[in-house]
């Protein structure tokens, strides 16, 4: 049986997709998660489900990508049954989307979700008559703790032997405004609201969403952000995985080294060095490194941006900067690709979908790749400049994002056109799952390690190879000129500027045995950053938004990039950092 998932954006529906097909995916409060046509099996009742996951939509109507993709799917009927979300909070809205799959008069169930928060809130449905005013089935669940399914579940069994029963018994009126009247209707006779003085929560979305209150938080809370992240990554370091490295794991390591007598194979696995931070070992800077200088400060991270997720700020921090926005040329949906391309460049890239034009494609795409390094990247900055005062940390991040926005601005005044306004659905404040929080963490860390450690390891035993066969002289000597002349940099690192390309989230780290001063860090980590995008955007990017954009936008970066890693180098000699 073919299942169809369909509802209004941010209802919760990846969540319940998610529970069906046990699909590893990371679902986030804000528009624009689901950017794919997302598709897994599963089994309810002994029967076996393909489920489809649509995009999010408020009407077939519409006229955004989702809205024609989700309008093609529906209409098309190639599936069995449609299983609809709704949100409690807002069930008068969602109606009208509900109302446009009844005159469809296909088999459906309605599942009315986030009911524990409509409660809350002072919002009570009488499902029962929700039922029998829509002539179909009505199932309440809170699908992020998994309320509700046991009686899809039950459901499944009728289902099977009766499927047509689940057809909508009632006729919706053509005319728009009938329809709304009888939406209006509906709701009147089937919720009720109870007078509630305001939570701390919905206090808090007034102080978040109102200007005056709105910056000085988001300023505040990135600051918060900073210093929580730098606090936990280093207590993790120096209180749990570097007394365990150097007490349990290197007295390994050093009997291993004892034991295999000089030559090419001692100096491929353990370089000039044994010691991490000293040399190129591939037994103990390849695990020291991922493990302990990096994977602390990606657990302090995950846990931010899983909390602010969750509880549902990133919509606001859209509407704080559509202002901001519309003077580079985007509004604030632009945001959104930006703030994903923070953890990754690959959903931030396939976000870019949310934006109508091209145009705001091509300077939200410069913005997120001249000022958004990926999650790795910026836990290596963290982890790598964590021996230095904060503030150098600090004005790394903000040399960046002000590069950024410059060159996002640039587009905006060469390509001409019009940042459109913004329309978004802000959803209420939601308390952090718990178990949501571990599990995201959990997925992003293993992402990490299974990506980052072979990378790291096998970058090490890339340069080992290059140093027996005396081919870092070569490469030395070719990037030297522009290393030295243009940025002052040694022209040692430059075997990392082409590894670099090929996995950049995780260059950053090869730089730390390396012992370079605060300026050589801050500049190379900045060129490394922004000079090109890494192989997988570079790819995706084509698929996306084709040759000419994709040319546009890595040919502006890398001029940018030089450039201002040049002029980066010049501001810290001048401020007389070595």
Known sequence: MKIILTGNPNVGK????SYLTGYTAISSNYPGTTVDILGGKTKLAGIDLEVVDVPGVYSLSGESVADRVADEIIKKGDYDLIINVLDANNLERNLFFAFELI????PMIFLVNKCDIAKNRGINIDFKKLEELLGVKVIP???TAGIGFDLLNNEFKNIVKNINDYIPKISVPDDKLDKWKMIGDVSSKC?????????FLEKLEVITTTPVTAVPFAFILIILSFYFIRFIGEGLINYILDPFFNNFYMPIVEKLYSVISPGILRELLFGKSITPLEGFSVLTTGLYVPFVVVLPYIIAFYIVI?????IGYLPRLSVILDKFSHRIGLHGYGS????LGLGCKVPGIFSLRILETKREKLIAASLMFLSAPCMPQTAMIFAILSKYPVKWTFLFFIFLFSVGVLGAFLFNKIVKGEAQDLFVEIPPYHRPVLKNLLFKLNLRTKNFIKDAVPFVMGGIFFINILDVMNFFDMISKVFAPILNSVFSLPAKISPIIILGFLKKDVSITLLTPFNLGLRETLVSSYFLVTYLPCLASIFVLFKELGKKITVSVIAFNFVFSMFFSWLFSNILLAMGVQ
Not at 191 to 199: A, L, N, Q, R, S
Not at 306 to 310: A, S, V
């Open 14 to 17: 990846s969540v319940v997709f």
């Open 336 to 339: 959104i690709p930006f703030i």
């Open 306 to 310: 899983g909390i602010l997720e969750d």
């Open 191 to 199: 919720e009720t609201i109870v007078h509630k003085h305001p939570t």
């Open 141 to 143: 669940i809170v699908a």
């Open 103 to 106: 005159e469809m008069k296909r």
